[in-house]
């Protein structure tokens, strides 16, 4: 299914009609791996939406952002202070989802419930605002404070009294310099699907952590009693299955893992015979370096190195590209990346599924046909 003009007319948004329509209601859009290999820094209309609940309409003059908890002095800041009162920063930074791939997992064994990403839940933008620790500076930490909670505006329906999304950081991420309150996004204010009027843009983490429609800031000797921090976003190991898990046995989940995509040519293509473009992107969180990319045609016997788009920003992907001169036959195109750490990614998706189908980092293959 594809974007339906009305359903973007009512909700007022625009979004590249290739756009996937996961879900309407929440709604969840995903963009086809050409549409995010385009361009460096994903255009509004490409990036992804991820939304658990509804997608609040927020009036910037009421709006005000409250800081409370552990600190010395509580705040509420509208927009403006926000804006007038702290130095702003800018982050190139990708945005990728926990479920990103979820669909090569579920293709292993079900996981239902959740939404099959493919390799389409991840962008990476231009985020403009005030570094996080600059306005926990002001607020005072107490000691003995661990996490900082954040609480957005939207509703969450999980069959009790709604409630806002939320989720935490732990305070030493939370003091680093690329943890943004962002109010801009590419240079124009914040989209109203992406968090209008503003959002925390945590760098290196899962998604979920980059809360929208961001209402309050807490800080918190624990993490966050948010249902989406405290069920949602736990890894478990492969073993364990729905009927017996729980929750409070998962890992909750911070950074994003070394990853790497083939977007160029797609699952199933029928390819011509000789030189042919093969391209993707990598990414890893942390801020360790994307440092080699690497492709195989023989199930990882021999490699070949793609060439990576200069390193620019830590945070952000890295976009590979390389040639492949391949006759008739039937092949499949394998990628993994290696990182600065010499790290690389898991040979296989078996190794690390997991029921809620978080963080597939296995390595990416593609089967073409070449005539
Ligand atoms: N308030 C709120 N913030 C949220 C969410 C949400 O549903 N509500 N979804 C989270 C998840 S799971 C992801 S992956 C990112 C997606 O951001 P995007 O929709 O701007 O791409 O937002 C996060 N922030
Ligand atoms: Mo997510």
Known sequence: MSVDDTLLETLNIRKHPDM???QENPLNLGASPELVRQSFITPEVHFFVRNHGTVPQVNIYNYRLSV???VRSPLKLSLPE?????????????????GHRRNELAAIRPIPGELPWSADAIGNAIWRGVPLRDVLKVAGIEAGAQHIAFTGLDEIDK?????????????????????????????EP???LHGFPLRIVVPGYIGARSVKWLANINVQEQPSTNYFQQKAYRLFPPHVQAEEADWEQGTMLADLPLNSVICQPREGEILRAGPTAINGYA????????????????EGVTWKEASIQPRSHSWAWRFWKATLDLHP?????IIRTWDSSGHTQPVDTKQIWNWK?????AWHRVSVSVH
């Open 283 to 298: 990414i890893t969180g942390k801020g360790s370096l994307v440092e080699r990319v690497e492709l195989s045609l023989d």
């Open 159 to 187: 069959d009790t009294e709604p409630f806002g999304f939320g989720g935490s950081i732990p305070l030493e991420k939370a003091l680093e310099s690329e943890v943004l309150l962002a109010y801009e996004m590419n240079g």
């Open 329 to 333: 036959g039937q092949y499949q195109i």
């Open 82 to 98: 926000l804006q007038s009162e702290f130095s702003p920063s800018t982050v190139i930074a990708t945005l990728q989802c926990a």
């Open 357 to 361: 189908g978080y963080l597939n980092h």
């Open 190 to 192: 914040l989209p109203r």
């Open 20 to 22: 996937v329509v996961y």
């Open 68 to 70: 409370t908890g552990m």
